[in-house]
């Protein structure tokens, strides 16, 4: 056993209280942002900026519970403000990955593909 387990469970290391992401979609909006932060599609203080906005708006957590949904938020408005996702599409993209989480069998995996469209009659895959 190392010295960060007990009883066979990994240990956080002191200091540090829990996970820095409590869900999955939070880490991967995370590497979304620094991917494209290295693509070159905005800087870190348009960065900073963006999130502060969001971050200061009325009914924001004191706790800070709701910070990845401000992150999210502020990424969102980021890239309509540059033009490169429109909120619209942006939307119906998020609508069309719920649709086919719903219309997926527990345990299998969520493609897009399952989205059986705002009408149940399918669509096309969106990219």
């Known amino acids: 056993m190392s010295p960060h387990e007990v009883n066979g469970a990994a240990e956080l290391p002191a200091g540090v209280d829990a996970p820095v ?4 979609w939070q880490a991967e909006a995370f590497a979304m942002t620094v991917a494209l932060h290295d693509k070159g ?8 900026q963006a999130l502060s906005a969001q971050v200061k708006k ?3 957590a004191s706790d800070g519970h709701d910070y990845y949904e401000h992150w999210l938020a502020a990424l969102e408005s980021l ?7 429109a ?3 942006v939307d119906a993209m998020a609508a069309a990955w719920e649709r ?3 219309a997926t069998p527990h345990g299998k995996p969520i ?8 009408t149940g009659q399918g669509h096309d895959q969106m990219t």
Do not use: I
């Open 21 to 24: 992401f409590a869900e999955p």
């Open 41 to 48: 599609l905005f800087s870190w203080s348009e960065w900073a």
């Open 58 to 60: 009325p009914g924001a």
């Open 79 to 85: 890239l309509a403000s540059k033009g490169l996702a």
């Open 87 to 89: 909120r619209p599409d």
């Open 100 to 102: 086919a989480a719903h």
């Open 111 to 118: 493609l897009l593909e399952n989205d059986p469209g705002p």
